[in-house]
């Protein structure tokens, strides 16, 4: 698929892949709505030999966020009660009892997270028909996190594009087309099925962990899919689309025109889960280990009451 990316392109994206009232004037969740309970316990069958592999970044000041994207910062740990209060005494008379207590800080999309479907607007509206304006400084008064709370598990698939391309990460700005997204899964012996959780890894994150910098990974330049990719995910019918980028979409984008191209389809019509800044180096050389690229994928997102996003841990189980 040739696409010359434009606003036209992205116009036409959005009428010709819009899930609006596919699942009810009041969905909240789009494309989750594809996993049912019996893909859940088809991929619990998945689970072999035990093997958990956790997918999210630390929650730390080392985090990948330099300020290149909306003012975000990385996670500020603070101690609130520590050990050497309760051992000085400080803690007896008050509570009458020793303990340690902290608490995070954080922008909820700055370390492995899920964007909300009302993280995006494409003009005045969001995901299903909803007003943009149902998004204030109290909150995401529709499409808000806490509604996909028990959704976030099902099938998942790690597409290794990176080890499929034979390198450790590909270079920024490299593009990712559907037919290589194809090609990977037949290499591997996987079939992109409907409702599943697809992982696509491209090494970016591995190659500022291995170079100590992340540089300008949160923000800059990356490789990833490319804007056709909308239609792909549309086809597969997937309930989400995971990477270990900090966006997804290749940047620098395919057009000057608009930032995120990519973003301003998949979201507001199409509905699309999107998962970010995933940890893949190890459950990517076990599957290159064991030739097993399909896993149970479990991934809930914190409750945060309107919420653009959630930070998340999630899990691939072997």
């Known amino acids: 698929m040739d696409i010359k990316v434009s606003k036209e392109a992205i116009a036409e994206a959005s009428k010709k892949l819009s899930n609006w009232g596919r699942w009810g004037q009041d969905d909240q969740i789009g494309t989750l709505n594809y996993v049912t309970p019996r893909h859940v316990t088809e991929a619990a069958k998945l689970v072999k030999q035990g093997k958990v592999f956790g997918m999210g970044i630390p929650l730390n000041q080392q985090g990948p966020q330099s300020g290149l994207f909306g003012g975000r910062w990385n996670p500020i740990h603070t101690m609130l009660a520590t050990g050497t209060d309760a051992v000085a005494g400080r803690q007896d008379e008050i509570n009458k009892m020793r303990y340690a207590d902290d608490a995070i800080n954080m922008p909820v999309q700055s370390a492995t997270h899920w964007d909300s479907l009302g993280h995006v607007f494409y003009h005045d509206k969001m ?180 919420g653009t996003g959630s930070p998340i841990n999630p899990l691939a189980i072997k």
């Open 127 to 306: 995901y299903n028909g909803h007003d943009a304006r149902n998004v204030d400084s109290r909150g995401v008064h529709k499409l808000g996190i806490e509604h996909t709370r028990d959704r976030m598990v099902g099938r998942g698939v790690l597409l290794d594009v990176a080890r499929y391309k034979g390198v450790d990460s590909l270079d920024d700005g490299y593009a990712i087309s559907n037919d290589e997204l194809d090609a990977v899964a037949k290499k591997q012996g996987v079939t992109i099925q409907e409702a599943d959780f697809v992982i696509i890894r491209t090494g970016h994150m591995e190659r500022c962990m291995k170079n100590n910098a992340w540089g300008g990974y949160a923000g800059g330049d990356a490789p990833g899919v490319k804007f056709e990719n909308c239609y792909w995910s549309f086809e597969k019918k997937i309930a989400a689309i995971c990477s270990d980028t900090w966006g997804v979409e290749v940047r620098p984008n395919e057009t000057p025109e608009v930032s995120q191209p990519w973003h301003w389809v998949v979201i507001p019509s199409m509905g699309l889960t999107m998962g970010e800044i995933f940890h893949l180096k190890d459950l990517a050389d076990d599957c290159a280990a064991d030739g097993v690229y399909e896993f149970m994928f479990a991934g809930p997102p914190l409750v945060i009451t309107g």
